[in-house]
């Protein structure tokens, strides 16, 4: 992942803008509990259309790779979080969730028994 290549280019590299976008413990660059997931929800902030994934490398275009979504054009990065200048106000939102078993994820809960 080249996450940090392009911090300049995100409206809110940090999520400071929109915290409830994503639980506390996802506060972090990949904005994941493992780095080796993204859990994310599929509907993009501008209107909720689903962003596709877009995971080729391009450099001549400057593409480090993440999301787009086709009904306006707004792009993510790999961990979900909107660039500058699209309709999308805000990073992808992430679910609240937590690992059961190093294979099992369970999404809209992060607490209790699974
Ligand atoms: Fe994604 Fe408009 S719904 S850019």
Known sequence: MLLGQNLDE???PNSDEFPEQQ???TANATRAVKPE???VEGSCTHLGCAPLEDFD???SENWHGGF???CHGSRFDLAGRVYKGVPAPTNLRIP????VRDDLILIGQDTGAA
């Open 23 to 25: 639980p506390d413990y």
């Open 96 to 99: 609240p969730y937590r690992f």
């Open 57 to 59: 490398l391009r450099p």
């Open 10 to 12: 995100l409206a809110d």
């Open 37 to 39: 997931f993204l859990v």
């Open 68 to 70: 787009f979504c086709p």
